[in-house]
């Protein structure tokens, strides 16, 4: 099977070890195990569970504590409807490599995490892209995916979103889910949302609607990653229906058997106690996304959509230089770490995270504006 270069990995691997200020992290700071602890409330009792575990396969499909805590993120989804996963890495390839045949008719946004349109070209579908722009928000239109079912001949497999989205931060509120729910019923189709943001929404209602409680064939991929900011667990999961949980577990057999007894034990207790990170969390986020819009507003050079969700914003810039040599020339020449859009599939554009430790963001940036001003 061949596949296309990770982007956006191979440029993590590459550039996130030498930097001085990551503005391309896309966790919220993560927390050490010691932090989690005291969130919990719960410091010598999950040290005594910890000290306790053996170290053999555990549960095979997820202990039945961790997934009663991921099923309350939920509605409608019971336990039984949770496969565990290797993070949602893993939840979304294991979801495509069930679902998606060669000759199958898939659409995708753009830009998005691109395990969401090169799983499905290496496998042997026709990717059908949905592009998303600044000028309506980076919101999908509903008028053009309809257009793009039409092209399929109403044949279409898979449909792939991410809600708040990356690497704009934009959010889609109920109505506007509700609207692609019943474009993709009308195709028999599969609705996989990658939901690894799902709440981080910065104002009102931290989480979105999950695609998974709206629709019959909706599926949401979630991870401890980001929202928890627990990405060294590397444990996401998968919620559908039934019927799809069935063919999820015939495929996890191959590709992941089990996750660690001690991601899963921390995961679970940190989902326990998700209220406590989510405070944590939003704080981090907001006073982030305070530091940037204050940057942008004085940038001239600088411009961007205000994100409403998540961690990350997709920065417009005005200088001579393709995305790649700008973040190649900014790293080296000040130690500042951002993603070039190229990376994502689209050119003029830079991914900047800003709910890293809230010091490396307020002094990336101020670096960055220094920089921006010199390159005039």
Same mark, same amino acid.
């Given at each position: 099977m061949k596949i296309r270069d990770f982007g956006v990995e191979i440029w993590m691997n590459a550039y996130e070890n030498h930097c001085q200020y990551n503005l391309a992290e896309?966790?919220?700071?993560?927390?050490?195990?010691?932090?989690?602890?005291?969130?919990?409330?719960r410091r010598e009792a999950v040290l005594e569970e910890l000290a306790a575990t053996r170290l053999t396969y555990g549960d095979i499909e997820g202990s039945p504590r961790l997934r009663q805590a991921?099923?309350?993120?939920?509605?409608?989804?019971?336990?039984?409807?949770?496969?565990? +996963?290797?993070?949602?890495?893993?939840?979304?390839a294991l979801t495509m490599l069930a679902l998606v045949e060669p000759g199958d008719q898939v659409i995708s946004v753009l830009?998005?995490?691109?395990?969401?349109?090169?799983?499905?070209?290496?496998?042997?579908?026709?990717?059908?892209?949905?592009? *998303?722009?600044?000028?309506?928000?980076?919101?999908?239109?509903?008028?053009?995916?309809?257009?793009?079912?039409?092209?399929?001949?109403?044949?279409?497999?898979?449909?792939?979103?991410n809600n708040p989205t990356t690497p704009t931060g934009s959010v889609m509120e109920e109505p506007l889910l509700r609207e692609l729910v019943e474009i993709a019923r009308s195709a028999g189709a599969w609705l996989l949302c990658d939901e690894v943001y799902r709440g981080l929404c910065?104002?009102?209602?931290?989480? +979105?609607?999950?695609?998974?409680? *709206?629709?019959?064939k909706g599926i949401s991929t979630g991870s401890m990653s980001k929202t928890y900011s627990l990405a060294g667990l590397r444990l996401g999961w998968v919620a559908g229906?039934?019927?799809?949980?069935?063919?999820?577990?015939?495929?996890?057999?191959?590709?992941?058997?089990?996750?660690?007894?001690?991601?899963?034990l921390l995961a679970a207790t940190a989902l326990e106690c998700r209220e406590a990170i989510s405070a944590r969390n939003l704080a981090i986020c907001r006073e982030g996304g305070r530091l940037l819009e204050e940057f942008v507003a004085n940038q001239p050079?600088?411009?961007?959509?205000?994100?409403?969700?998540?961690?990350?914003?997709? *920065?417009?810039?005005?200088?001579? *230089?393709?995305s790649a040599q700008l973040c190649r020339k900014l790293q080296a020449? +000040?130690?500042?770490?951002?993603?070039?859009?190229?990376?994502?599939?689209?050119?003029?554009?830079?991914?900047?995270?800003?709910?890293?430790?809230?010091?490396?963001?307020?002094?990336?940036?101020?670096?960055?504006?220094?920089?921006?001003e010199e390159q005039a």
């Open positions: 896309t966790c919220v700071q993560s927390l050490s195990v010691g932090e989690l602890l005291d969130l919990s409330g991921i099923a309350g993120l939920y509605q409608s989804i019971a336990p039984e409807q949770i496969t565990v +996963t290797n993070g949602a890495i893993g939840a979304n830009p998005t995490y691109q395990q969401h349109y090169s799983i499905p070209e290496s496998i042997g579908a026709q990717v059908h892209i949905l592009r *998303l722009r600044e000028e309506t928000g980076w919101l999908p239109d509903p008028e053009e995916l309809r257009g793009l079912v039409r092209a399929a001949g109403g044949r279409v497999k898979l449909i792939n979103i910065h104002q009102g209602e931290a989480y +979105t609607a999950s695609v998974a409680d *709206l629709y019959e229906p039934a019927e799809l949980w069935q063919l999820l577990s015939r495929h996890r057999d191959y590709h992941i058997i089990s996750v660690g007894r001690l991601d899963d050079r600088i411009s961007y959509v205000k994100p409403k969700g998540g961690t990350t914003a997709f *920065l417009k810039y005005d200088l001579p *230089l393709e020449e +000040t130690g500042v770490m951002l993603l070039p859009g190229s990376a994502l599939d689209v050119e003029g554009y830079l991914r900047i995270g800003y709910c890293n430790d809230p010091a490396i963001t307020k002094a990336g940036l101020a670096i960055f504006d220094r920089w921006l």
